[in-house]
């Protein structure tokens, strides 16, 4: 049976861990970033790759920097045939990456050399690109410089935010790889080197990139909503108040309205102007303090006194 060293954080990981158990594969060891306080009462949350082997037992490692921790030398004493990773989170130490008996791979969302990085799927919808992907690669000490053995593309929909491509990505990733597995065992591969004039980086969001700029165009607007929705949620100071997006349209409307100007509301409708003089048509909002919601809740509370014309972002 291949022994199998899995690193991982979010769903996207746990949806190939999944896949990983569910063909067979021997995962002698986990290894999660460590748990994390989230919400008002920073509760602690467990990673959902530390829930899966915490259920399958799975020995657990959650070193909050492994290179140069105990818990990689123990890791490397394992001699597991494959460690593979999926959204881990952080850099491997190159002996590590060596302790494996066939090869130490990864499973990244975008079609490398495009978006090396932590955020790929975030920056395909806020550079508003019509296609992504997942690549199987080889990890290497460079950040997703290794050469790439499989890959497989998805058209972006209209409708798609960061949520839907990452359970869209997680289940071509998995797919993917149980795939590709079998071939890197035999050897049968032909891995192809990535390019180094194409490589472009995709960095994680800053807080700074959460903030929503109105005198962009509105599809730059619509395209940084739906990049952070449903987490962590782009904001803006609406009507005064530190107010997130969820969900927006687009409405060609070709307004000469200032920017940041209401260009039509009603009970269930609220549209705002943007930089090239179209229309920010807002459908999911969360107002601080509240819950998100849908627009016509808005419109029926805290946007009831909106009007026309009247200038809402003064940013």
Do not use: C
Not at 99 to 113: D, E, Q, R, W, Y
Not at 209 to 231: G, I, M
Not at 300 to 306: I, R, V
Request: hydrophobic share 40%.
């Amino acid at each position: 049976m291949t022994k199998v060293i899995f690193l991982g954080t979010p769903e996207f990981s746990a949806t190939v861990m999944r896949g990983l158990l569910k063909e067979g594969y021997d995962i002698i060891a986990a290894v999660t970033q460590p748990d994390k306080p989230v919400g008002r009462k920073q509760k602690l949350q467990e990673s959902p790759v530390k829930v899966i082997a915490q259920e399958e037992n799975i020995k657990l490692y959650q070193p909050v920097k492994l290179p140069g921790s105990p818990e990689v030398e123990e890791l490397k004493a394992l001699n597991a045939d494959l460690i593979i990773t999926a959204a881990y989170g952080q850099f491997l130490p190159t002996s590590f990456l060596n302790s494996a008996k066939v090869a130490a791979i990864n499973v990244h969302g975008s079609l490398l050399p495009k978006y090396r990085g932590g955020a790929p799927i975030q920056w395909s919808l806020l550079n508003g690109d019509k296609e992504t992907g997942i690549t199987i690669m080889y990890m290497v000490k460079g950040m997703d410089a290794g050469d790439i053995i499989s890959q497989a593309k998805l058209a972006i929909e209209p409708e798609d935010d960061n949520g839907s491509l990452f359970e869209k990505l997680a289940i071509i990733g998995r797919d993917l790889l149980l795939k590709t597995i079998p071939n890197i065992l035999s050897g049968d591969i032909k891995p192809i080197a990535q390019d180094p004039d194409k490589v472009v980086f995709s960095p994680n969001i800053s807080k700074d990139e959460e903030h929503l700029d109105f005198t962009k165009s509105a599809e730059q607007v619509f395209n940084q909503v739906r990049s952070l929705s449903p987490e962590p949620g782009a904001w803006m100071m609406l009507d005064g108040q530190r107010t997130k997006l969820y969900k927006t349209e687009v409405l060609t409307v070709d307004s000469e309205q200032a920017v940041g100007t209401v260009y039509d509301l009603g009970k269930k409708k609220l549209v705002i102007v943007a930089g090239d003089g179209q229309g920010v048509s807002i459908k999911k909002i969360q107002p601080a303090g509240k819950k998100m919601m849908d627009i016509a809740n808005y419109m029926n509370g805290l946007g009831k006194n909106l009007k026309k014309g009247q200038q809402v972002i003064n940013e």
